[in-house]
């Protein structure tokens, strides 16, 4: 094989819509190798049919991935090289494939990555929000209550935060978000490098109501990036920037609670004190 290694698990990363985004080597690579391990395997056949690539396949998911550790030692053991592919994109990013890579590496085994297509770097790439530090969360807990934890321990981080969705639960999560991050910037991006890719740009609540105005937006995977909350300043002139927000809001009839909800989301600090801060400017005015 013109890598250079016998006996090596390639990490080969495959297309997140757009078939022509497999790169020349990884094509050559699943080509050569002797056999490949797949999330779907039907999935995978369907990809490599096209490309003229018949080579056995033996499925690799969260359920089965331990059990195949000693497989995939075997192979490699006897000279044989394996790549491993996920549904799409790269392998481990949200993706199964931790436990094979750290268990053949701890045994001394090569793993070879074949980068390319991923989708938390190429909606990063177009979202226009910064990059020079980020934070993936990878998938939100499919209950609300852990969702919201989860969203809530975000919600002072500075760097961009990202997290994968899917179409069943985008609107719960962009109310959750709405709820807890108010006003703060977020783009959304879906069906990337498909026929439909959309980026929207907004705050959650904005978003969600044109999802409920236009189920086709609630379509397809999803990449959220919320904007890194803004570095809190000298306390005096943190608390007059807040005091103005809430009055702000208040003044168009929003909620006490609300109105400290965005403000937190915005500024950080305690809800409780801004909802007490929220709570005596509406006494005073009244």
Request: charged content about 25%; hydrophobic content about 45%.
């Amino acid at each position: 094989m013109s890598e250079g290694c016998e006996g090596a698990l390639y990490v080969v990363a495959t297309p997140i819509g757009n078939l022509e985004d497999l790169s020349p080597r990884a094509a050559r690579v699943l080509g050569e190798v002797d056999w490949i391990a797949a999330e779907d395997t039907r999935h995978s056949a369907r990809l490599l049919r096209p490309l003229g690539i018949d080579k056995p396949l033996v499925s690799l998911h969260e359920h089965n991935e331990q059990a195949r550790v000693e497989t995939l030692r075997q192979a490699l053991d006897a000279g044989q090289r394996v790549a491993l592919i996920s549904d799409a994109g790269t392998p481990l990013i949200s993706d199964p494939g931790f436990v094979v890579v750290r268990e053949l590496r701890a045994s001394g085994h090569r793993v070879i990555p074949v980068p390319g297509p991923c989708a938390l770097v190429a909606a990063l790439s177009a979202a226009g929000l910064p990059t020079d530090r980020f934070l993936f969360e990878g998938f939100l807990p499919a209950k609300g209550g852990p969702r919201r934890q989860r969203l809530t321990a975000n919600l002072e981080r500075q760097e961009t935060v990202v997290y994968y969705e899917s179409p069943h639960r985008i609107q719960a999560t962009l109310h959750d978000l709405a709820a807890l991050f108010g006003m703060r910037r977020i783009v959304l991006a879906r069906e990337l490098t498909k026929t439909f890719e959309t980026f929207l740009d907004a705050d959650a609540a904005t978003l969600l109501a044109r999802m409920e105005a236009d189920p086709d937006q609630a379509r397809g995977e999803f990449v959220i990036m919320v904007a890194g909350a803004e570095a809190r300043g000298d306390e005096a002139g943190l608390l007059a920037e807040g005091e103005a927000w809430l009055a702000a809001m208040l003044a168009e009839g929003m909620g006490v609670k609300s109105a400290a909800a965005v403000v937190t989301a915005r500024l950080g600090g305690r809800k409780k004190q801004w909802y007490q801060c929220a709570q005596a400017l509406k006494d005073r005015d009244a």
